[in-house]
């Protein structure tokens, strides 16, 4: 994809930045945490070791529902090679997306289509598999400590995107800040979510009375792309009992669900990612 000189050159640099703290100050705060990210285990389809499985109907006598989400959505790719890859693989799914506004940043390949009446995105392929796998290279996953750092994650996709002539922005949305996410996503840019704990749901089931979550929760480090805001209020006797917000994510794994905005649920950073 990339001239292999080019591609070490890069990750040369990458790792003494890493290693003798000249990263730019733009990443300061959110390696302050001084976490890396990577659960061994999400390629197993969800909870893995450690997690449990869990479902809940909420009943109600009616409930309404906001939501928003990027006109496009966004990629739903997994991975199926590397270790600890949680982090590149949610930097393809980014990388997929803007390949709709940014021509050729996936070099050589087109990751949408148009078909009756609507753009929608490609199923994976080798292509995608050997960018995230490059990605894997440039953002020097496992080269300091099992799994990717934030600051390890920016570096990486801003280097892929300007190798590939462009720019890359990043906009904090804490920990996370609703109206930095709806902002994010009124401007059409994906939000990149950094856990040390989730509380993921990828079957939901609306009735007029109900609705049905199943899912899994975890205390690992993982890295997922979040694409939409969902808020449910429920009613019972006209009395809003209960409301809960979500954000609709890719999570990793080949699904996309909704991530729990609760106390299971621990972002330690969040960026809406802009590729120009």
Sequence with gaps: MIKKITKNLILAVLVLLLCFGTIPNK???????????????????????????????VTCDYYLKDECYLTLLCPIYTNLSQPNSCAPLAGSIIVGYYDFYCPDLLENYQSFYYYNGYYHFKPQNSQVIAMKEYLYDLMGTNSLNPGTSVSQFQTGLSAYATEQGYSTSYSSCGTINISNVTTAIGQERPIVLFLSSYDYYEIITEGSDYVYFSGFQKSVG?????????????????VNFRTDEYLAVAFGDGTEGLLKICSDTTIDASYSVYIY
């Design 222 to 238: 993982h890295v997922v792309v979040a694409y939409g805001y969902v808020k449910y209020r429920f009613y019972s006797n006209n």
């Design 27 to 57: 990443f300061a705060h959110a390696e302050a945490n001084n976490c890396f990210y990577c659960d061994t285990s999400y390629l197993d389809g969800g909870a893995g070791d450690g997690g449990t499985y869990h479902s809940e109907t």
